[in-house]
């Protein structure tokens, strides 16, 4: 190992460029939940198409939110509507939800080309999809372009949904927990296309820290 702790990073300036053959951010900062989003314009069209920057971001009242590169189908219409839904993206789904992701014009319907069956939403306009095993309702929060630190607008926009009506196929649910392994999602990994899978193996579980363990830990320190 170098002497110099530098060299071993490979260190560069997003604005100049990262010197390598794929941009490793988004694969850095992953696997990542996808915001698999369905909405409908004005005229009650519907729209499906999937979201790789998308997280959750508040408990309650349960906010989640997706960042969309380009002003595109889905933004417009939840401009236009206030709502949409989230469907979960999942290990049986993940040929579906790539065709969802599909350059189209506006009047073909996603759900029609990945042959995606609908169903209807309770509190919100658009529909769900079908054969996905949960899905979040939601009406639009807040709506941002981003910007740079420079204070210059980028052709990006995040959106930010309340979570009205939560769905979960009753297979999934089981001594009153949700089965996180059992769902099978399905998560961006970065690259051109790789995707991550949940498996049960691939889960463990950490308690929190309590007052006693960071005390202690404290007071053996020299």
């Not at 260190?11 to 996808?34: E, M, Q, W």
Request: with cysteine.
């Amino acid at each position: 190992m170098s002497s110099n702790p530098s060299d071993a990073f490979h260190s560069y300036r997003p604005a100049t460029g990262h010197g390598l053959k794929h941009d490793p951010f988004n694969a850095i900062v992953g696997p990542r939940p996808i915001g698999w989003i369905s909405s409908i314009d004005a005229a009650g069209r519907a729209n499906l198409a999937p979201y790789s920057f998308f997280n959750a971001f508040n408990y309650q009242p349960p906010i989640i939110g997706f960042s969309s590169i380009g002003w595109k189908d889905t933004v417009a219409n939840i401009q236009a509507t206030g709502e949409f839904v989230w469907n979960l993206a999942t290990l049986p789904l993940a040929g579906s939800m790539n065709l969802s992701s599909a350059a189209v014009p506006h009047d073909v319907c996603e759900f029609d080309l990945a042959n995606l069956a609908r169903l209807p939403s309770t509190q919100v306009r658009p529909p769900r999809v079908a054969d996905s095993p949960v899905h979040f309702e939601c009406r639009l929060t807040q709506m941002l372009q981003l910007r740079t630190v420079g204070g210059e607008d980028l052709e990006s926009w995040m959106v930010f949904g309340e979570v009205v009506a939560v769905h979960i196929r009753r297979t999934l649910l089981a001594e009153g927990s949700y089965d996180t392994a059992g769902a099978q999602p399905i998560l961006r990994a970065g690259g051109s296309g790789d995707y991550a899978a949940i498996r049960r193996d691939a889960m463990f579980e950490m308690g929190r820290p309590t007052e006693e363990t960071w005390q202690d830990i404290l007071s053996r320190q020299p």
